[in-house]
């Protein structure tokens, strides 16, 4: 299975658009959304999947966004998301908070640990967990998406325009 994972759309509808024709060109199951999602807008974007997101420190309309994600028929884990999808065990969050993503990739309990804030693609394994940031798709050069195969847990970092 294939995971598509995104982080700070920040609002940015044209971008946000062109991140989710690469997601479908890719054939992804199901989305994760890292956080600052930034405007109600965002959330019918990612309609074509299952998406799963969670809170960014922009993203100052909890209640109505909560509200939107649920009415799309998605999921909203607010601040933290621990989730399992295909047998892997997945935590999600923002990473403005430094301790508890760090308690979340020190604990080993996962498989997976997606994370946004930084704006910075990247990956490494710490200890059994795939650590992964898949970038920004709003202020940040390039643009970027990530894709986890659940199956291999590899993970690809994706540039787009």
Same mark, same amino acid.
């Given at each position: 299975m294939l995971l598509g994972v995104i982080s700070d759309t920040h609002g940015h509808r044209e971008s /946000?658009?062109? =991140? /989710?024709?690469?997601?479908?060109?890719?054939?992804? &199951? $199901?989305?994760?959304?890292? !956080? *600052?999602i930034g405007s109600l807008e965002i959330v019918p974007l990612l309609a074509a999947w299952p998406t799963h997101f969670v809170f960014g420190n922009v993203d100052d309309q909890q209640d109505e966004l909560r509200a939107s994600i649920e009415t799309a028929g998605q999921t909203c884990h607010g601040r933290y998301g621990e989730l399992e #999808?295909? !047998?892997? $065990? #997945?935590? #999600?969050?923002?990473? *403005?908070?430094?301790?508890?993503?760090? &308690? =979340? #990739? *020190?604990? $080993?309990?996962?498989?997976?640990?997606c994370y946004g804030h930084t704006h910075q693609a990247e990956q490494h394994m710490q200890g059994r967990t795939l650590v992964l940031n898949p970038g920004a798709i709003h202020r940040a050069s390039p643009h970027t998406i990530a894709v986890v195969d659940l199956v291999t847990m590899q993970a690809t970092i994706v540039p787009y325009e």
């Open positions: /946000t658009l062109a =991140a /989710t024709r690469m997601l479908d060109s890719l054939e992804v &199951e $199901q989305v994760l959304h890292c !956080g *600052d #999808i295909s !047998g892997r $065990q #997945i935590a #999600i969050l923002h990473s *403005d908070d430094h301790l508890r993503w760090r &308690e =979340a #990739i *020190d604990s $080993q309990q996962f498989d997976l640990v």
